[in-house]
């Protein structure tokens, strides 16, 4: 009935010739390989960053089975042929930063989701910083050695890059299996953004290789406002110190629609145009498992990555009980002290438009897509919201002022009070299962006085 | 009055890859819809009728076929300029400020039809105020209509605010504007069309004027219109999703190309390198309009886009000041019926130069890339490098190729085909400009 179905897109590519292979990239398998070019990068990078496939974990009930969709009335979710206790194929990126050949090697099939969470500085002319260079390498994709897909380094948002160095494959160049490219960046505007492979992105985003990254502004080290941490440069503006925060929290928002997942897993095509959000995630779990910790974190290298432990072996370090998130390995757990200012930062590349709402406590939107809420004459155009209406590839920088603390042992009976930060746009927000509460959520707890240590890292739970 | 296509802009480079894509010999453009003499390469397509302050246009609702980027083709409703052949979408209407405007709509389909101008004021009807149409308490149609088969209805406004509208039927629109009866209308501000509204910062480059019109299609309604059966909006599911009319890499495609007889309008961004200490390098500008039933969160890449206005209204505040509440954004996520005014500059931040200020970068062996056709094979722009042979390269002078697509990536396809779909490019030519 419809013959595209059964044409591949890279057979599309093949046959249709060069007017479609715009779409795409050629990958030049010349009779002599400089091995090396391959490796002999001049400077070191600061992050080193694998992109391959692998498998983490969704709650695995209920299953979902879909009779007309690619999986022919097998159940799409949980995955077949996940090993336990997995359930999703994924294509990811893992840290690799310092790892041994024999490690970076040994990290193929594992891949994370969501992909590290980073930031850097905001580049200082006077001082003439560093650039800050990110290298990725591909190691191919364990379950799909067929797709010979090369992968890059977008990230979303940043202003005036030249293609080199922005990642999308049909304009510059790709990564393929084995190799390694530098991607240098001079990040001149503070604020959050979100990075992505670009290579066939309709799939590789849906799989998982997404992430966050944001810039500090110069101004964080002074004094303004009572702040020393910033989300933007704020002195010279009629509010100073609007952007400071005590804490803060990186919000990635994506997507898992289950017959892509299954389809990649299984050597089938999905309709793309079928697309629904199945499960709607936040820093890569759904509720309530985005209230777990994150996996164990080494704070003394958490400087510009959030540095998740890893084993002998390369692999990443779980918490007792929790093996199952081993290759979900972000919390998205708010905690915080009564009166601190709390900055969020969301960033959405799932496919769909969400809405965040913070219940009970008013947020302030002093930031879209990595700008500064001013207009072209100062205006300040920041507003205050309890809803973030966030669609694909936009991000939102907002802060809040936690409530005093209710006394007592708290409105929870547990020492603290409980705000809900979830999505109000419904779908998915029960994880597909009857009842109860799920999705893109999570909690923020507010606690009195100081009880809630210093933040070390971003996402840090203090306690 | 004949409203005849005129050329807007002329860019000084004038070969676009979109050619070399598809056939080396199409270089004479005979659409029936737009003049092959006076169409500009890249940018908008005005049709005006210039030269008055009372500008007439007519536009005849008929049926036609697109191509689309699966190798299908789709058959359509849509409003064409005069007597000429179907084209898709409709004519850019390009006005001044202040203009008596005057549309005749003629109507060849086999029901009834209407035009509304959403952001005009004040429309009339065949010389009274156009009103919703009820048969009995039943709203038949947004405005007056034209009756089925040959009828016809006059409108007229006066166009009095600058910015960028879209004009689309109003009679059944869940299934008239989803048949493509649509276009846009480009009102320009007294202080000059080099500038989209009555505010000196936001004069911008008229080299670098360009739209974004962004639609879909459910192919089961269009199938159900063509023979006359009915379609239940329940199961409304677009497959497709277009940019100016077309899919990618038809989008980049010159306007008139020869090869898409009734899909007058590229979507290619050329421009130049902007100058950011140049006070007088004016911004390129970006109309928005969705005519889909999503938001589109349109992503160009490599900069952001500075929102200076929406829906026709300059951003502005209430205050004596008049506040500019403009504002940048890297997603431009525009709703349903929605336009966005949007001026952006692209620079290279770190002007990169194969002398002077190299990449800090090892630049991997050719066998170590993946090589996109659009590469020139050097970082640097104007500059190309020997590529492998037999790599298919498109590249003509070291220029670049900087994408811009919907992010709800799921509709960049084309109904099973990945990658097509609402994308398109920026070009930035090297400063010498391209001597092919």
Partial sequence: ?463 | MHANTHKRTGSGFALLVALALVSATAVSVNSPAVDAQTVPRVGIVCTEDAGTTTPSFTLTAKTGYIALPDATTMFMWGYSNGSDGFQHPGPVLCVNEGDTVTVVLQNTLSEAVSIMFPGQENVLANGTPAQPQFSGTTLTSLTNTAAANGGSVTYSFVASNPGTYLYESGTNPEKQVRMGLFGALIVRPTMGSDFAYNRPEDQFNPDEEFMVLLSEIDPYQHQAAQVGANFNMNNYQARYWLINGRGFPDSIADNGASWLPTQPYGALAQVAEHDPDNPTDFPGMARYLNVGTDDYPFHPHGNNGLVIGRDGYPLAGPGPGNEDLSFEKFAINIGPGQTWDVIFKWYDAEHYDPVTNTVPVTVPSMANQSIGVFYSGSPYLGTQEALPSGTPTLNQCGEYYIISHNHALYQIVSWGVNMTGPITYMRIDPPTGCSQ
């Avoid at chain 1, 492979?197 to 502004?217: A, I, K, N, S, Y």
């Avoid at chain 1, 969020?344 to 219940?359: D, I, S, W, Y």
């Avoid at chain 1, 009976?413 to 959520?441: E, H, I, K």
């Fill in chain 1, 1 to 463: 009935m419809n013959e595209k179905r059964n044409l591949s897109r890279r057979e599309f590519l093949k046959y249709a010739g060069g007017a479609v292979a715009a779409a795409g990239t050629i990958t030049w398998a010349g009779k002599i390989l400089l091995p090396e070019a391959a490796s002999a990068q001049a400077l070191t990078p600061h992050l080193y960053l694998a992109g391959t496939d692998g498998w983490m974990y969704l709650p695995p009930t209920p299953q979902i089975i879909r009779p007309s969709s690619v999986a022919g009335g097998a159940p799409l979710h949980p995955d077949s042929a996940a090993p336990d206790p997995f359930t999703t194929y994924i294509f990811g990126f893992r840290n690799i930063t310092g790892m041994s050949e024999t490690q970076k090697l040994g990290q193929k099939f594992k891949a994370q989701h969501n992909a590290p969470l980073f930031w850097v500085n905001q580049y200082d002319e006077v001082f003439n910083d560093v650039d800050f260079r990110v290298q990725i390498t591909n190691l191919g994709l364990e379950l799909r050695p067929d797709l010979f897909d090369a992968h890059t380094l977008h990230w979303h948002g940043f202003r005036n890059v030249i293609p080199f160095f922005d990642g999308e494959p049909s304009g510059s160049v790709g990564i393929p299996t084995g190799r390694n490219f530098n991607y240098i960046y001079r990040p001149r505007e503070p604020g959050t953004y979100m990075f992505h492979c670009h290579v066939e992105d309709v799939e590789h985003v849906q799989m998982g290789m997404t992430g966050l990254v944001f810039v500090r502004p110069l101004q964080d080290g002074t004094s303004v406002g009572g702040f020393t941490k910033f989300m933007y440069n704020d002195a010279d503006t009629t509010t100073p110190g609007s952007t400071g925060f005590d804490r803060e929290f990186a919000m990635f928002l994506s997507e898992v629609w289950t017959d892509s997942h299954w389809a990649d897993a299984h050597v089938q095509l999905p309709e793309w145009s079928d697309y629904k959000a199945d499960f709607a995630m936040l820093n890569g779990r759904v509720y309530p498992d985005t209230l777990l910790p994150n996996s164990p974190i080494n704070a003394a290298n958490s400087t510009s990555w959030l540095d998740v432990e890893t084993d002998a072996n390369g692999d990443l370090m779980t918490n007792p009980g929790l093996e199952h998130l081993q290759y979900n390995p972000h919390s998205s757990l708010v905690n915080c002290n009564a009166g601190e200012r709390v900055a969020l930062r969301f960033a959405n590349l799932g496919f769909k438009e969400q809405a965040m709402t913070l219940a009970g406590i008013q947020m302030r939107v002093v930031g879209r897509d990595a700008t500064h809420m001013r207009g072209r004459d100062g205006t300040d155009t920041s507003y205050e919201t309890d809803t973030i209406n966030i669609g694909p590839g936009e991000s939102f920088d907002v802060v809040f002022t936690a409530p005093s603390f209710s006394g007592g042992s708290g409105s929870s009976g547990r020492g603290y009070d409980t705000y809900m930060l979830y999505n109000r746009n419904y779908v998915g927000s029960n994880n597909l299962a009857p009842g109860g509460f799920g999705g893109q959520a999570t909690e923020v707890h507010v606690y009195p006085g100081t009880t809630v240590p210093a933040q070390q890292y971003p996402n840090d739970l203090g306690i």
